[in-house]
C-alpha cells in the first residue's frame, strides 16, 4: 500500500492529467500559425556553365506551419511570441471545408512555383517573347 502522503500527491495529478488531455485535444473555430521546419536547400541547386563558388553560409528555405487550434495551443502561442492564433475565416474561405482549404493550398503552392519558373525563364531566356504569341502546350495527357 502506498503512503498516505504519495497517494494524494497521485490523486491529485488524475485531474490535471486528464485536464491537460481535454485542452490538447478539444479543437476550437481557429488555427494555430508559427515557423515550420527550415530546410537547407543549397544541397539541391545545381548551375551548370559558369564557374560557381561555395557560399560561406546558409541558405535555407522554411515554412508556416499552420494546424487547427487548441486549447493548449492558444496557451502555446500566448507564451511563444513566434506563434499565433487566428480565427478560422481568416485561413479558410467562406463555406469551406478544412479539405478544400487544403487543396486550394497545395494548389497555390504549385502556381507558386510555376510562376518563380516563369520569372527565372523570363530573366534568363527572355521567355516567353522567344516562343511568339499564342500558347505554349507544355504536355498532353490522354
Request: hydrophobic share 40%; aromatic share 4%; charged share 25%.
Amino acid at each position: 500500500m502506498l503512503p498516505r502522503r504519495l497517494s494524494r500527491k497521485l490523486a491529485a495529478l488524475v485531474p490535471l492529467g486528464t485536464l491537460a488531455v481535454v485542452l490538447a485535444s478539444v479543437s476550437i473555430p481557429a488555427y494555430s500559425v508559427g515557423p515550420g521546419p527550415a530546410r537547407d536547400v543549397e544541397p539541391r541547386i545545381e548551375v551548370d556553365g559558369p564557374t560557381t563558388y561555395p557560399s560561406k553560409g546558409r541558405f535555407v528555405l522554411t515554412s508556416v506551419l499552420v494546424e487547427r487550434a487548441t486549447v493548449l495551443d492558444v496557451v502555446g502561442a500566448w507564451l511563444d511570441p513566434a506563434r499565433d492564433v487566428v480565427p478560422e475565416h481568416a485561413i479558410l474561405g467562406p463555406g469551406e471545408t478544412e479539405e478544400e482549404g487544403a487543396r486550394r493550398a497545395v494548389s497555390q503552392r504549385d502556381l507558386s512555383k510555376i510562376d518563380a519558373v516563369s520569372v527565372v525563364l523570363s530573366e534568363l531566356t527572355g521567355y516567353p517573347g522567344e516562343h511568339g504569341n499564342g500558347v505554349l502546350v507544355e504536355s498532353v495527357v490522354a
